[in-house]
């Protein structure tokens, strides 16, 4: 049986609580106005992408897997929303041009980089990236063989 707190619109696994984490819920409301739309948009955004589900594993604000591996993880840094994803190793440098874009602690030598942001601007810049880290795990779906007639 997995650990941790699964969530999902609509799913809940077995033995779990209908709501979220307190920890969860009070440290998002610490978090400035910007930041709680910034974790809004990022969650709607995340679930939205078939098979997402977002997993509480080191508490916070969660990480978002598929098929059981993260493609993008979520933190808070003092006043300032992050969200961690591991960019096509082409593109890294491109997205570590950006300002609000670094290695990411812990994770980056395997090329994950960081974002902190502070606008919705920036999300907006980063999305395909996330898109991309969830794409590379997702499941393919092969076409179904079409029934035999006898």
Do not use: N
Not at 34 to 39: K, M, N, P, S, T
């Amino acid at each position: 049986m997995r650990c941790g707190l699964y969530y999902r619109p609509g799913y809940i696994e077995p033995l779990t609580q209908r709501t979220k984490p307190r920890y969860f819920r009070e440290d998002v409301k610490k978090l400035p106005a910007v930041a709680r739309r910034l974790h809004t948009r990022v969650r709607e955004r995340c679930l939205a992408l078939e098979g997402a589900v977002e997993e509480f594993p080191w508490g916070g604000t969660g990480v978002y897997k598929v098929r059981g591996k993260i493609f993008a993880g979520t933190g808070m840094d003092g006043s300032t929303y992050s969200v961690g994803f591991k960019p096509p190793a082409e593109e890294r440098e491109d997205a570590l041009a950006l300002p609000f874009v670094r290695v990411a602690d812990y994770v980056g030598r395997y090329g994950w980089v960081q974002a902190s942001l502070t606008k919705l601007g920036e999300l907006e810049l980063i999305w395909p990236w996330i898109e991309q880290s969830y794409r590379r795990l997702a499941p393919t779906t092969k076409p179904k063989r079409a029934a035999r007639s006898r």
